[in-house]
């Protein structure tokens, strides 16, 4: 996982009644790194995250529903620098004439 997607989807950031996110996106550090991470016991990963130290702790069966085995070109240990390749992307945007959408 990309270390600012799993920052950002962080559990304890979240309402715990509404699950709306309490952190807005753009609050969390470009340079955010995992310091630390493992497996515990209740089978969940915990992770200490650089430069502020907070704790994040994850089910890792929700893990799994996110996890993709498909190299997605972002490499997670380049961090915030690993967006270059975006810049460059090629963007194919479907588009049709109104007319031909009104007549079917």
Known sequence: FHPVWLRDNCPAARHPASSQKLVSTAEIPLDVAVREA???ADGNLHVVWDP?????T???TWLRMFA????D???ASRGANSNAHLASAEVHVPSL???DLCTG
Request: with cysteine; charged share 30%; net charge negative.
């Open 58 to 60: 994850y089910n890792t």
């Open 38 to 40: 493992h497996i515990a």
């Open 68 to 71: 993709s085995d498909q190299d």
């Open 73 to 75: 070109g972002m490499d």
């Open 52 to 56: 502020d130290g907070h704790r994040s």
């Open 97 to 99: 004439c109104y007319d």
